[in-house]
């Protein structure tokens, strides 16, 4: 009886739960359905919204091209090419200098004490096609208006080979390739002007370059120039003879990440006797020969990511000429220079170069000249520089010696500033 009882009452409460529970998840159901259908409305309407606002600034578009067109006036443009572009790049550099003269006896009529101006340089440069490029310099000075270089340069004429012919400053080692207001001091080295002529090699001629394979440096270029012998200083001058013919080898190492060092040979060889008629006299004179070698070195010390403040750079050069003259005489003479400068921050540099040289005459044999040229050079910016140096001359060939003090004022205006050549 007990057991029908307990069976009856676990019957009773099975069927009150299944009751219970049946409104429960018919509104669990509901609510589901309810909240995936508000989903469904979101969404329709965040892509109506973002069709209205993409119409609205495709409008908005549409009236500021509208209105900028109507505007702007209409441009007609033609196929020839733009005037500006044609035109050569010019640029204008000047140099004065203060110079104080402190002899023991006092300024002559070629040193004195005063305020000078040396020169005015205008220098027009113009790549002419996409394969050449012309280069000019022209020097005013007080005495009157000279050119000093005047040529065209063909690039990659052959692979890794340049063409150049004009005038140009020849490259018998580094500096004689360099213009005077570029230097690194106020003047050329002394050797420089004595054996090669107050002006260097400055010649007419043709000029080829070619960067060689790698034979013995990481970088080996030689320079072939065959010009006029017009320096007549060394060659036969106004009645100069062709060629003088120049070879200069220069080999490039890299000692570590932060030094580098250049070495340069350099042979010249020309004529020197006078064939043509001077003041309406015909001269033949018997064949001569000048002849010249130079060696060049230079070591640079920059150091990575600091060279813009600091750097070091040792440059020195060695001259030597044979020049043969009538009555088997001639001349032969041997000078150099070495300088040491450094670079103490973004515009102050200082340095020292010391001058060595025969005097370019016959019978030098035990005769020289020494000179001393401290300096101290300030960048203002990289248009306008001043150079305070100091030029002491002396040495048993010198007619005296000779002490003078330069306050240098260089300036530069257009794209090239003080380039060097």
């Known amino acids: 009886m007990r057991k029908i009882i307990f069976f009856v009452i676990l019957i009773f409460l099975t069927a009150a739960m299944l009751f219970a529970q049946s409104p429960v998840s018919s509104k669990i159901d509901s609510l589901t359905k309810q909240i995936s259908d508000l989903q469904n409305r979101l969404q329709k309407l965040e892509e109506k919204q973002a069709e209205s606002e993409s119409e609205k600034l495709r409008e908005q578009a549409l009236q500021t091209a509208a209105a900028q067109q109507e505007e702007q006036p209409r441009v007609f443009k033609s196929g020839q090419r733009s005037l500006q572009a044609i035109n050569p790049e010019i640029s204008v550099t000047g140099d004065a200098f203060l110079q104080g003269v402190m002899n023991e006896n006092g300024f002559t009529k070629e040193e004195r004490a005063g305020a000078r101006f040396r020169v005015i340089g205008l220098h ?26 005047a040529y065209t340069t063909w690039t990659n004429v052959f692979k890794n080979v ?58 080996n270029t030689l320079t072939l120039q065959i010009t006029n012998g017009q320096n007549d200083h060394l060659f036969a001058g106004e009645l100069f003879s062709f060629p003088a013919v120049l070879g200069h080898l220069k080999n490039y190492y890299d000692l570590n990440p932060n030094t580098y060092l250049e070495v340069g040979l350099t042979g010249m060889v020309g004529q020197n006797n006078r064939r043509g008629y001077l003041s309406d006299s015909l001269i033949t004179e018997s064949s001569r020969l000048t002849e010249l070698a130079g060696l060049d070195l230079t070591l640079s010390w920059e150091p990575l990511n600091r060279a813009h403040y600091h750097s070091l750079v040792w440059r020195s050069e060695l001259y030597y000429a044979d020049k043969k003259l009538p009555l088997n ?17 973004e515009r102050l540099y200082a340095g020292v170069r010391l001058d060595y040289t025969q005097p370019f005459t016959e019978d030098n044999n035990g005769k020289s000249i020494y000179q001393i040229v401290p300096y101290v050079t300030w960048w203002q910016s990289h248009w306008v520089r001043f150079r305070l140096q100091w030029n002491y001359l002396n040495g048993n060939a010198a007619q005296k010696s000779n002490s003078v003090v330069r306050l240098q004022l260089t300036w530069a205006a257009g794209p090239h500033k003080h380039e060097r050549y």
């Open 124 to 149: 027009f440069q113009s790549n002419l096609d996409p394969f050449s490029l012309a280069k000019i310099a022209i020097e005013v000075h007080p005495e009157g208006i000279e050119l000093g270089e």
């Open 162 to 219: 340049s063409l150049t012919a004009g005038k140009f400053r020849q490259q018998f080692g580094v500096v004689n390739r360099w213009h005077a207001h570029a230097l690194e001091q106020f003047d050329f080295p002394l050797a420089m002007t004595t054996i090669l002529g107050e002006d260097g090699l400055n010649q007419t001629g043709v000029s080829i370059d070619w960067l060689m394979p790698n034979l013995f440096a990481q970088v």
């Open 329 to 345: 005489k001639s001349i032969k003479a041997i000078g150099g220079y070495s300088y040491l400068q450094y670079r103490f921050n």
